[in-house]
């Protein structure tokens, strides 16, 4: 079963990657670009067939590894 | 207009980065991995507010910054 799991920084938390694209999309005339952030996107292939199992042991995963809950926020999306 | 975009990487490309969550995921003791794909995730906040020009432009700006289209597939969600 495939889980898809988001990353995204807080909001407040200062994110200088997507600062910097926004300004490289300035740079290279893309005019009307209000804001940029940059999170991360993992997909997961779990052996688990249980959906509800399978988003359970995501969530554990992101809160022990893949993301810092302290300026990060998670979100989990179980898919086939 | 909010604008997401995901970028991941083509079929076949080796991905270290996923590899290595993968590994680590293991040693915590996560059971059933049977295998991790990184990719990014990006938000743009655009001034404009067509739905199909700001699909437009966001898929330009995958094509010429925020994708290597040789190694990296783009998908783009045009959302509120």
């Known amino acids: 079963m495939k889980v898809r799991v988001h990353i995204t920084l807080k909001t407040g938390v200062l994110d200088p990657?997507?600062?910097?694209?926004?300004?490289?999309l300035d740079g290279l005339g893309f005019a009307g670009v209000d804001g940029v952030r940059q999170g991360k996107y993992i997909e997961i292939d779990l052996a688990e067939t249980d959906p509800a199992k399978?988003?359970?042991t995501a969530e554990a995963m992101?809160?022990?590894l893949l993301?810092?809950?302290v300026i990060?926020?998670?979100r989990v999306d179980v898919g086939s």
């Open 17 to 24: 990657q997507g600062k910097a694209i926004q300004h490289a």
């Open 62 to 64: 992101c809160a022990r």
């Open 67 to 69: 993301a810092n809950t």
């Open 72 to 74: 990060e926020d998670y």
């Open 54 to 56: 399978a988003r359970e």
